[in-house]
């Protein structure tokens, strides 16, 4: 295609960024990120001081450490790994100054979660795993100095398992309980102190939209977030003792997205909503020109990273739709920017693509958003497109840099992304619309998206591919199976096929979601002839566009007989599949190198079947996708 600018290799999009993630200790004096070590896996690095190199501090063998946070102590870093893409989640604290790393949660088989951390405890912190069942998530108490570890809140687990929130005291008191029933709704429970009795304060049909945002250090706020007599969430804040609660934040479209608290109070001070873009509310007068001038210092979204516990310097996060993001280190007292440094800096200066909110009526005339991202440097006509269509289901795609539309705008595709209902963020009407409705209106909402492009003439109605993860994956699948005329192509990751064999194989942590499940989905007993019709697999018969499926051999979501289902039905019928599992992966691809090597193939895979652009193919070494 003329006009379109060089082509971007994919090791620049995909492979590891030079640094990411900054955190500020507790203290403000030091800073660690993550950055890839000499073997190209990503660990957590320490920034140097006063001119000495900055100094890597875990040695993780491969997957690379993907988030971390400091503990209050000034001494230990704590982050999460599993082992292949398990799930099975451990906690690691590594001292700063040794780089010796403990694993705080040292039992084969078991998921952990950090739970809470307190500045007035640094010594200690709240760990929820399921050692004692594996449906039900205890709290553990753990020392950070040789890894002790004492039982202090047991999951009843009746009717089901409690889900613990981040709300505990300045003492790290559980105060709050969010409960799941077997309705599919929850129930929210609080109590005075460790050890009294808890007590309802809140019920949420599985229609609602509720849950909790945090507590204040004294125990004597608690922040909802709530739909009830509404139709999006608002904040609100509970006196604990009285039970009065006030109306902080809302917005009559959107709900509330993400709420910043003081560092050492807990208080709430900003709300941020996500509609076409992110856009900040704030709620505490202390802040408003710190935030003004955070969110004016430059083009795009503004993410505040954390905080030192005097509030003395923030680090904050930039990210444009057409640029690398940058970080920078806000000093309050000056109102001054020190940058910190760019995550991919050979994306600097390169020609990208622009996203753009779009608009249009599916076929029974309700409202859809997305957005749009079109290759630069060319007339949007009778182009070649492909729907990107997000995961969940239960979320939405936002406004931002996004390393799979700027790989295919810039290899001449149009991207449309589509909030298909039952996406969230846009109230409850929206998403409880996609109740029961995986393989009927919230897959045509996403074929809708197709024909408005043609109708607008920016895509070639011929030339139209979808692909997806998760959630996504399963529209792929879908899009193929039950519209076979709208689509040349499909290329899904990690989507399931048969929704019988799905539910049967969920794993036990997701014990509390079974029901909620079973209200949005379908029913195993009762709902068999629905969950068939929106099952893939047994419409797979009618696929005739190819399709290219990537599979993670150790997905606990997703089995991988998910997509060996499929492969096998299309490969019996002779219709045109392409399988690669990748045998060290779980839900979707963390490592770069199959990350790679996956694009590699879809690259290869949409250029043959829509004739767009590809970089040509270079070994990926490293990688552990085998064709199955």
């Not at 969010?178 to 129930?187: A, K, Q």
């Not at 709420?259 to 007068?285: K, M, Y």
Request: hydrophobic residues 40%; contains cysteine; charged residues 25%.
């Amino acid at each position: 295609m003329t006009g379109l600018p060089p082509l971007i290799p994919r090791q620049v999009l995909f492979g590891n960024p030079e640094r990411t993630a900054p955190q500020l200790s507790p203290d403000g004096n030091h800073l660690a990120y993550l950055a890839p070590d000499d073997r190209n896996v990503l660990q957590v690095w320490l920034k140097g001081e006063g001119g000495a190199p900055d100094r890597v501090l875990t040695r993780d063998e491969k997957r690379g450490i993907r988030g971390f946070s400091w503990a209050f102590d000034g001494v230990h870093l704590l982050y999460h790994q599993d082992r292949d893409g398990d799930e099975n989640f451990h906690l690691y604290a590594v001292e700063v100054a040794t780089g010796a790393t403990r694993d705080l949660t040292p039992h084969e088989g078991t998921r952990s979660g950090l739970l809470a951390l307190s500045p007035d405890v640094p010594g200690s912190l709240l760990v929820t795993m399921n050692l004692r069942d594996r449906a039900a998530f205890d709290v553990h108490r753990v020392a950070l100095s040789d890894g002790a570890t004492v039982l202090v809140e047991e999951n009843p687990g009746k009717p089901l398992p409690w889900i613990f929130p981040s709300l505990c005291d300045a003492k790290l008191n559980v105060r709050a309980a969010h409960v799941p029933l077997d309705d599919g709704g929850s129930e929210l429970l609080v109590r005075e102190s460790a050890g009294s009795a808890w007590k309802s304060i809140r019920r949420w049909p599985l229609e609602e939209i509720g849950g909790v945002a945090g507590m204040t250090r004294d125990g004597k706020t608690l922040y909802l977030i709530d739909s009830l007599g509404h139709n999006t969430t608002r904040l609100l804040a509970r006196d604990m003792a009285t039970g009065e609660e006030k109306v902080l934040a809302g917005d009559p479209g959107f709900d509330v997205n993400y709420v910043i608290h003081h560092p050492r109070t807990g208080v709430a001070q900003a709300v941020c909503f996500n509609r076409d873009r992110l856009e900040w509310e704030v709620l505490d007068s202390a802040i408003g020109e710190d935030i003004a001038a955070v969110t004016g210092f430059r083009r795009g979204n503004a993410w505040l990273g954390n905080r030192d516990l005097d509030d003395r310097r923030w680090v904050v996060g930039y990210e444009a739709d057409d640029g690398p993001g940058w970080s920078f280190l806000y000093d309050r007292a000056t109102r001054t920017f020190t940058p910190l440094f760019c995550d991919r800096p050979a994306l600097d200066g390169l020609t990208l693509a622009r996203m753009k909110p779009a608009s249009f009526p599916s076929r029974d005339g309700t409202p859809l958003h997305g957005y749009l991202t079109l290759p630069p440097g060319v007339d949007p006509k009778g182009l070649p497109a492909v729907l990107d269509v997000h995961g969940g289901p239960w979320s939405r795609d936002t406004w931002g840099f996004r390393n799979d539309e700027q790989w295919l705008a810039n290899r001449g595709y149009a991207v449309l992304q589509v909030n298909f209902r039952g996406s969230d963020g846009y109230g409850k009407e929206y998403l409880n619309a996609g109740n029961r409705e995986w393989g009927g209106r919230m897959t045509e909402d996403v074929v809708d998206g197709a024909r408005w492009l043609v109708r607008e003439g920016i895509a070639d109605r011929a030339r139209i591919a979808i692909m997806g993860v998760s959630w996504g994956g399963y529209a792929t699948l879908a899009g193929l199976a039950f519209h076979p005329a709208e689509f040349a192509a499909g290329v899904d990751q990690v989507g399931p096929s048969n929704l019988f064999t799905l539910f049967r194989t969920i794993p036990p942590y997701w014990a509390s979601a079974v029901a909620m499940f079973r209200k949005r989905v379908g029913d195993l007993e009762s709902d068999q002839d629905l969950l068939r019709a929106h099952s893939p697999l047994f419409s797979a018969q009618r696929i005739r566009a190819p399709l290219l499926i990537g599979q993670g051999a150790n997905d606990p979501r997703v089995n991988r007989a998910e997509s060996e289902q499929i492969v096998d039905a299309m490969r019996k019928a002779g219709l045109p599949v392409e399988y690669i599992v990748y045998a060290d992966e779980g839900h979707g691809l963390a490592r770069p190198e199959n990350q790679l090597h996956f694009r590699a193939r879809a690259e290869e895979f949409l250029a043959r079947h829509l004739g767009g652009r590809c970089e040509p193919s270079s070994e990926v070494k490293g990688h552990s996708g085998s064709d199955g």
